[in-house]
């Protein structure tokens, strides 16, 4: 290794900073288990109506582990074009553009 080290002396280096890259992308770790505590009480729920109930819970709620919101989904797809992100915000300038003119009531 010392021998890999001499000759690519910055490949441990940006390794290293790869590896702190990935780990700041990460969701921080108390709220995963607290994420993943919801889903276990959702299931131990679950199933104590379907035991006494006859019928479980439905869905899980958006956001938790393995449960990805729509706008996640979305984003990692990469589905989301400029143009778009471009449309809301002319829609959004319009709305602020009628909130500053002053409301007219009806003329009779």
């Known amino acids: 290794m010392s021998e890999e080290q001499q000759q690519n002396p910055g490949i441990v280096q940006r390794m290293l900073d790869k590896r702190a890259e990935w780990a700041a992308e990460q969701p921080s770790f108390s709220a995963e288990i607290k994420a993943m505590a919801r889903e276990g009480i959702k299931d131990v729920r679950s199933t104590v ?60």
Do not use: C, H, I, W
């Open 49 to 108: 109506n379907e035991v006494f109930f006859d019928s479980p819970e439905l869905g899980g709620e958006p956001g938790t582990p393995l449960n990805p919101t729509p706008q996640m989904v979305t984003q990692d797809l990469g589905t989301v074009s400029s143009g778009y992100q471009d449309m809301l915000n002319s829609y959004a300038s319009r709305a602020n553009e009628m909130e500053q003119e002053p409301e007219k009531g009806q003329e009779r």
